[in-house]
């Protein structure tokens, strides 16, 4: 193959195809036509590769290709100026969006909140409800009579040996069986 008579026929196209990366504006028709000229360029350098490797032409059209290729997929921006443009454009315009769903979902949590705690502040037995043993329905513990001492052993229903002169003496159903309210085991 002749790289003269080549760069003679197709010198019109990549000189064209030059034009159109540089330039800073493109209408659809401009677009089509850099897309094209990208694709019969392409295939010029790699024509010349394999067969006629010219340094010089080689270089001229990689640089026409890389300059058009910018142009058609867009140059990509260095990761801190995406970061800024989240920060300050992309994220303060998609909570903007959902501004309204935003401030129903707070108004329902805080009412949600509310309405508990003017619950808990008013009802004596829903405090009493969020004990630290779900199971045990009451927690009523007598003085033992065994000892009078306060370090005493005694023990619970369970037969769990205790500190101190108190006894367990409450037990509440649990799914059919008796457990024992100190520690919640079947005795």
Known sequence: MDLDALTAVRADQWARLDELARSRRL?????????????AVATDLSTIRSTAPDPTAVANLSASLSRARARLAGAHEPAWSDVVRFAVVSAPAALYRIRWWIAGVAFASVAVAVVVGWWVATDPGALASSARNPRATSTSCTTSATTTRPAARSRASCGRTTRGSRRCA??????????????????
């Not at 209408?27 to 694709?39: N, P, T, W």
């Not at 409450?170 to 005795?187: K, L, V």
């Open 170 to 187: 409450s037990r509440s159903a649990s799914r059919g069986s008796a457990r024992c309210g100190c520690c919640s085991r079947t005795p």
């Open 27 to 39: 209408d659809g028709a401009e677009a089509d036509e850099l897309a094209r000229l990208y694709q």
